[in-house]
Structures are given as structure tokens and as C-alpha cells.
């Protein structure tokens, strides 16, 4: 599996965008789900959207309706674009990949902070 490092992460302000990238490919490393999460400090880790190989898509309720996780295969890339953004989306945003073979892979995380 190649690092996952992600990236798209800066600081806007409330109401806008960003499109955070994390580097996937699905049949080559034989990942079965990828996820994106978040962590604000004092708060525990959590789940923010996650897809599937065959594009099933779930999403964390705080997110439903501005955040798009998506796929692009031949790029080998997974993204998450947060349109609407509050200040409660301020946090840590990392890449988990889980591989059929069981192999479970972070992402060091990249910072979103939204200004209110």
C-alpha cells in the first residue's frame, strides 16, 4: 500500500470549500472500504464518510447533505469535497484504508479549520 498521506486541507472561512485527496487504489492494494475521519480536539475520533470498491457510500450524520466522498480509479484517488463548512468542522481529517487481507492503514491527518 502506498503511505497515505492527504492533503487539501487549509483554513477557510464559514460557508466555504475545500477538497480534501488521499491516495487509493482499490484494485491494485485490494482495500475494501475507504474512509475519511475527523478528530476535534477534546473529542474523540469519528467517523466523517466512507466507500466501498463497488461506490456505496455512508456518511457520518454531521456531514449529510455537504460533504461528497467519491472516487476517481483511475486517478487512484479518493476524495471528500465539504462544501458549507461551520466552525464545528474545524479538525484533524485523516484517510483509513481497510485491505480485504485485513490491514488496517492511517493517514498522519491534515488540518481543516473553518473561521467563523
Known amino acids: 500500500q502506498v503511505p497515505l498521506v492527504e492533503s487539501g486541507g487549509g483554513s477557510v472561512q464559514a460557508g466555504g470549500s475545500l477538497r480534501l485527496s488521499c491516495p487509493a487504489s482499490?484494485?491494485?492494494?485490494?482495500?475494501?472500504?475507504v474512509g475519511w475521519y475527523r478528530q476535534a480536539p477534546g473529542k474523540q475520533r469519528e467517523l466523517v464518510a466512507r466507500?466501498?470498491?463497488?461506490?456505496?457510500?455512508e456518511y457520518g450524520d454531521a456531514v449529510k447533505g455537504r460533504f461528497t466522498i467519491s472516487k476517481d480509479s483511475a486517478a487512484k484517488v479518493v476524495y471528500l469535497q465539504m462544501v458549507t463548512l461551520q466552525a464545528e468542522d474545524t479538525a484533524i481529517y485523516y484517510c483509513?484504508?481497510?485491505?480485504?487481507?485485513?490491514?488496517?492503514?492511517w493517514g498522519k491527518g491534515t488540518q481543516v479549520t473553518v473561521s467563523s
Open positions: 483509513r484504508t481497510q485491505q480485504y487481507n485485513g490491514r488496517d492503514s
Open positions: 466507500i466501498t470498491g463497488d461506490g456505496i457510500t
Open positions: 482499490f484494485s491494485i492494494f485490494g482495500i475494501s472500504v
